[in-house]
């Protein structure tokens, strides 16, 4: 019955800082550049005009968007398997370790925190043909390797291993905490009811427990793929050939070279649409799999 | 009669594991081992595994000398100190309120929080750069630091451990008389440290790694951040002399990777915590 006499005005400062800052430093960039995507405006340009889907129409018939978007996909689709998987074996391999359990998940999670933009460099010197160590390995088995960051049918696979790389961890760590989550006894009822291999147990027992994460895994991972940018940036710059050019950095030339600034807009309205339906879903993932 | 068959099973896992670790690891041994080498046995047609002559750290002392790198590495220092203390100060009462209080918009402010949680910071590089221009902050500190000192993620952290502290305990505090200010201060956020813990840590990778806003906002080596000081690399001397380029990169990722190495194990708990949330 007191509350309403000690609800003063202390609440109201306590969230005015966030709320400001929400609203100057997300809410009203958000609003800017949807807005500027619907006119010709461009960056040290005149006053706008509104020109409605225009910059819309222009974008999707930019050749270099399609090749952004194709290439993003391809990127995508190669990327967030391959680490789920290599995140899922790592997670079963290390959650059955009685000795080294916390050694192993700081290693393999090493990759994820390590500066994106340093460790290109060092991809760049691992797969250089003249001092890399991929390339020295091959040679030794009689291959000969070639320059995959020059060569426009690899470059793109090349930063997808390097994509793969550094995001495994993250998977590898949802993977372990939800393994946690497998109940003893639904393994020992598996025993008991003769399901007896380890790949028996592993199929029927432990694979559908980790079904829902493996789904939140595969939209979190996909969501940060979708972002490349650090090691085109540092190591092809697009190239060879546009061979990865991808969204964020058709968005970052678009913006920052070449000042198509409601082009650059338009593109990152759409980014962030697809961005926005996979976050729902993972909210929608992490609702269904909290039971709340 | 288990008790073979399992030791084996347990030896071919520890195999397995520590392959996968070393090739985990395979980039970053291969840079330190480059960064090691002397100038003559990079491009030697002799591979050498190991440096033909100990140079010590005569890279890593040219890395420092040929480029600002010191200076990178301070300004990382001071842009991600700067923006984890703002990011704190304004998450914890606002998450407080937002998990405890009762005041009219409540329910807009969240849905802002989650709207920024979902919002990719890289979207908002070219209205905040447009933003920033407009303001004449382009290569400041400012410019660095402003743009970040909101936190959703962390605002959302924080109010789920807010969540889970009893009500009895604030109206007990309440009943000793102590202010809202005081029980955040004195009684709350000692409760909710590993959740402040966690912000600091995902802030602290996210920001010292950025590439993309730096590259955005910063024109002069002057006010670049070690990731782009990277990027600058490449287009000076020293981006075409390996050893001493290497030794720059492993100098730019050391510091976080020594942090992550020291706090791993709560860290990563923190962080499979806040995948499951």
Redesign the interface.
């Known amino acids: 019955m007191n509350?309403r006499g000690?609800?003063s005005l202390?609440?109201?400062l306590?969230?005015a800082?966030?709320?400001v800052?929400?609203?100057a430093?997300?809410?009203?960039?958000?609003a800017?550049?949807v807005a500027?995507a619907f006119t010709d405006w461009h960056?040290g340009g005149g006053a706008a005009a509104f020109v409605g889907f225009d910059t819309f129409v222009t974008l999707l018939d930019e050749p270099d968007f399609r090749t952004a978007v194709w290439n993003t996909a391809r990127y995508v689709v190669f990327v967030v398997p391959a680490t789920s998987v290599a995140g899922l074996v790592?997670a079963l391999?290390?959650a059955?370790?009685?000795r080294?359990q916390?050694l192993?998940?700081?290693?393999?999670?090493?990759?994820s925190?390590?500066?994106?933009?340093?460790?290109?460099?060092?991809?760049q010197?691992?797969l250089s043909p003249?001092?890399?160590?991929l390339p020295?390995i091959l040679r030794l088995v009689g291959l000969t390797p070639g320059n995959w960051l020059q060569d426009p049918d690899r470059a793109l696979s090349a930063l997808g291993l390097i994509g793969i790389?550094s995001e495994a961890g993250?998977a590898m760590?949802?993977f372990?905490?939800g393994l946690k989550t497998v109940p003893a006894e639904l393994h020992e009822a598996a025993a008991l009811d003769g399901v007896g291999t380890?790949l028996d147990r592993l199929w029927h027992v432990t694979l559908p427990h980790l079904a829902p994460i493996t789904a939140?895994v595969l939209v979190?991972s996909s969501?940060h793929a979708?972002?490349v940018?650090?090691t085109v940036?540092?190591m092809t710059r697009g190239g060879p050939e546009k061979s990865t050019l991808v969204a964020?950095y058709f968005?970052?030339q678009e913006?920052?070279s070449l000042f198509r600034?409601n082009l650059?807009?338009a593109a990152?309205v759409l980014?962030?649409a697809a961005?926005?339906l996979l976050?729902?879903l993972q909210l929608y993932l992490?609702r269904a799999?909290?039971g709340r | 009669m288990m008790q073979p068959s399992s030791r084996l099973?347990?030896i071919v896992?520890?195999l397995?594991?520590a392959t996968?670790?070393m090739l985990?690891?395979?980039?970053?041994l291969?840079?330190i081992r480059?960064s090691f080498l002397p100038a003559e046995d990079?491009?030697s047609p002799q591979?050498h595994l190991l440096p033909s002559r100990w140079i010590g750290f005569e890279n890593y002392a040219r890395a420092l000398t040929a480029s600002p790198l010191l200076r990178f590495l301070v300004n990382g220092v001071v842009v991600c100190a700067a923006i984890i203390l703002c990011q704190v100060?304004?998450?914890i009462?606002?998450a407080?309120?937002?998990a405890k209080?009762?005041?009219v918009g409540l329910r807009l402010?969240w849905l802002?929080?989650l709207?920024?949680?979902?919002?990719?910071p890289?979207?908002?590089?070219?209205?905040?750069?447009?933003?920033a221009?407009q303001l004449g902050l382009i290569d400041t500190y400012a410019a660095l630091i402003?743009?970040?000192?909101?936190s959703?993620l962390g605002?959302f952290l924080l109010r789920q451990a807010f969540l889970r502290v009893p009500d009895e305990l604030i109206e007990a505090a309440?009943l000793d008389g102590l202010?809202?200010?005081e029980i955040?201060a004195r009684i709350l956020v000692p409760l909710i440290t590993p959740a402040i813990g966690a912000l600091i840590m995902i802030s602290l990778?996210a920001h010292?790694?950025d590439?993309?806003w730096p590259?955005?906002v910063v024109t002069s080596g002057d006010k670049a951040t070690?990731?782009?000081g990277?990027?600058l690399?490449?287009v000076q001397e020293i981006g075409s002399d390996?050893g001493p380029?290497?030794a720059?990169?492993?100098m730019?990722?050391a510091p976080?990777?020594l942090v992550?190495?020291l706090t791993?194990?709560r860290f990563?708990d923190g962080?499979?915590?806040t995948?499951?949330?």
């Open positions: 509350r000690d609800a202390a609440p109201y306590m969230v800082p966030a709320t800052l929400l609203l430093l997300i809410l009203a960039p958000l800017l550049v500027t960056l790592a391999l290390i059955e370790c009685r080294g916390a192993y998940r700081m290693l393999f999670f090493l990759p925190v390590a500066t994106l933009a340093a460790m290109s460099v060092a991809w010197m691992l003249s001092v890399g160590a020295q790389w993250f760590l949802f372990l905490a380890l939140f979190f969501i979708l972002r940018f650090d940036a540092i964020l968005i970052y913006a920052f600034t650059a807009a990152t980014f962030i961005v926005l976050s729902l992490t799999r909290g | 099973v347990g896992r520890h397995l594991l996968g670790a985990v690891l395979l980039p970053l291969w840079a480059i990079v491009f591979f100060l304004v998450a009462p606002c407080y309120i937002l209080g009762r005041i402010i802002a929080v709207v920024g949680l979902v919002v990719p890289a979207a908002l590089a070219l209205p905040l750069f447009i933003m221009a402003l743009p970040w000192t909101i959703p605002i309440r202010g809202e200010v955040l990778v010292w790694n590439l993309l590259s955005v070690p990731p782009f990277v990027m690399f490449q390996y380029l290497l720059g990169a492993i730019i990722a976080l990777l992550f190495i791993q194990r990563l962080l499979s915590w995948g499951s949330k």
